[in-house]
T-cell receptor, first 110, second 112 residues
Framework: GQNIDQPTEMTATEGAIVQINCTYQ??????LFWYQQHAGEAPTFLSY????GLEEKGRFSSFLSRSKGYSYLLLKELQMKDSASYLC???????????FGAGTTVTVRA | DARVTQTPRHKVTEMGQEVTMRCQPI?????VFWYRQTMMQGLELLAY????????DSGMPKDRFSAEMPDATLATLKIQPSEPRDSAVYFC??????????FGEGSWLTVV
């Protein structure tokens, strides 16, 4: 099975930077996803890391260390619309099973 | 824009009734996931399919839930009989192994 841990809540100020950590333990690893989910909506794709290192995409970056079972999502220049839940998900085993952490609720304050 | 389509978007039903939720995956995607989301449990994987074959349905209560893919363009999730504790949002997602997984907008189920 897999165990995926991320903080429950984070609060930051508009314009600031927030880093959301995710640690995982899994049998077999095929990649790590980050999704954003606004209240009452479906999760939307943010990033997908398969290899170690940093992937940058505009204001959002995602990092992966496979040896440490660790990833983070970095949100820069925070905007009010970034207030949402951020979900870490691991694709594992030979069958690319996708399992999610409980999500981190980020609140951006003016 | 290609998208995963789910029906119904919202459903209110009485306890004991049968509920069927449908999902049309994105054309060309051979992997389909069913998730349930509640405030308490987050996103739980209920079942998933590859090339229409079930790979894992261990997250699904077997006595009342069933999931099938009658063809490559349709996945179904059925609850019979429904209970109030089944009230949740049910998401379908599709993709290809090693690529992005896309979610449908969800079916919001309330069992009274």
């Amino acid at each position: 099975g897999q165990n995926i841990d991320q903080p429950t809540e984070m609060t930051a100020t508009e314009g600031a930077i927030v880093q959301i950590n995710c640690t995982y333990q899994t049998s077999g690893f095929n990649g790590l996803f980050w999704y954003q989910q606004h209240a009452g909506e479906a999760p939307t794709f943010l990033s997908y890391n398969v290899l170690d290192g940093l992937e940058e995409k505009g204001r959002f970056s995602s990092f992966l260390s496979r040896s440490k079972g660790y990833s983070y999502l970095l949100l820069k220049e925070l905007q009010m619309k970034d207030s949402a839940s951020y979900l870490c998900a691991v694709s594992s085993s030979n069958d690319y099973k996708l399992s999610f952490g409980a999500g981190t609720t980020v609140t951006v304050r003016a | 824009d290609a998208r995963v389509t789910q029906t119904p978007r919202h459903k209110v039903t009485e306890m004991g009734q049968e509920v069927t939720m449908r999902c049309q995956p994105i054309l060309g995607h051979n992997t389909v996931f069913w998730y349930r989301q509640t405030m308490m449990q987050g996103l739980e994987l209920l079942a998933y399919f590859r090339n229409r074959a079930p790979l894992d349905d261990s997250g699904m209560p077997k006595d009342r839930f069933s999931a099938e893919m009658p063809d490559a363009t349709l996945a179904t999730l059925k609850i019979q009989p429904s209970e109030p504790r089944d009230s949740a949002v049910y998401f379908c997602a599709s993709g290809q192994p090693g690529n992005t997984i896309y979610f449908g907008e969800g079916s919001w189920l309330t069992v009274v």
